[in-house]
């Protein structure tokens, strides 16, 4: 198994554990201050989007575009707001949308552009790898912020599907 692929199983592997965790609550239940479901997983969309802008940038030789909002606070803030008058349903077809079109981009990177050192729109620098890992870590802490709540019993199961991305 190549890098990619190990990089993708990674990703597959959060998004089933985010994917259990949804199942166990209703898709109403706060999960953060002032986000449901529908906003957790329309701020993880939004974040695999720029993953995904940041590889096409990077194997095009330009820098990704900025956030187009300053501070990533503020770029959350954008995210939540942008999902107000979409249906649960539309949420969680975009969130499965974004996915697969970040998984996609790193199919197209070639093993000698993983390693290579790009700056992230959020300032930092680093690698795909390290981005792989940022916005997996990203989706499996939310997933266990869900799964924590699940077990004081708050909400009943949200119909998400099984299907792994």
């Known amino acids: 198994m190549d890098q990619v692929e190990r990089l993708i199983e ?3 592997k959060d998004r089933t554990a985010m994917q259990r ?3 166990r609550l209703d898709v109403g239940t706060e999960v953060c201050p002032g986000w449901t479901i529908k906003e957790v997983l329309a701020h993880i969309s939004g974040w695999d989007a720029v993953g995904t802008s940041i590889v096409r ?3 095009a030789g330009e820098q990704p575009p900025p956030l187009g909002v300053r ?7 954008y995210l939540v707001a942008g999902c ?3 249906t649960y349903e539309e949420i969680v077809e975009d969130w ?3 996915r697969k079109q970040f998984v996609y981009a790193l199919t197209e990177t070639p093993q000698e552009k993983l390693r290579d050192r790009i700056q992230f729109p959020w300032g930092e620098m680093g690698n795909i790898p390290r981005l792989v890992s940022i916005l997996s870590e990203h989706e499996r802490e939310h997933a266990r912020e869900i799964m924590e ?3 004081t019993g708050a909400g009943d199961p949200a119909e998400v599907g099984e299907e792994t991305e």
């Open 57 to 59: 940038a990077h194997l």
């Open 149 to 151: 709540l699940a077990s």
């Open 96 to 98: 499965r949308r974004a």
């Open 84 to 86: 107000e008058t979409m």
């Open 21 to 23: 965790a949804l199942s």
């Open 10 to 12: 990674q990703l597959n």
């Open 71 to 77: 501070g990533i606070d503020a770029y959350n803030a």
